[in-house]
């Protein structure tokens, strides 16, 4: 199993920029990718972005195209989001999870981080 840890939430102002840090560790060979994924109160959690290991493909959220931009560095298994121009909806915990190899399926996550835009 690949085991993930998130880091780099915090409280920021309407405008301002962030980057979460998600590291993997354990079967990372199993791992096609990192998804982001963020959950709001009292709403249902969203996909945010992903990124493929082995080509660096990346796909995005129309709500976020244009103002969070996800990376990968593969020799330290970790992947990034960069937020910026951040809005108070952008308010959430963020997870990544790691999708298996070969499929669409995201089979563990991480503890998530809180991230808090304000007005």
């Known amino acids: 199993q690949v085991q993930l840890v998130e880091s780099g939430g915090g409280l920021v102002q309407t405008g301002g920029s962030l980057t979460l840090s998600c590291a993997a560790s354990?079967?990372?060979?199993?791992?096609?990718?990192i998804g982001w994924f963020r959950q709001a109160p009292g709403k249902e959690r969203e996909f945010v972005a992903a990124i493929s290991w082995s080509v660096g493909r990346t796909d995005y959220a129309d709500s976020v195209k244009g103002r969070f931009t996800i990376s990968r560095d593969n020799a330290k298994n970790t992947v990034y989001l960069q937020l910026n121009s951040l809005k108070p909806e952008d308010t959430a915990v963020y997870y990544c999870a790691n999708r298996v190899r070969g499929t669409w399926d995201y089979d563990s996550w991480g503890q998530g981080t809180q991230v808090t835009v304000s007005s």
């Open positions: 354990g079967r990372t060979f199993s791992s096609g990718g």
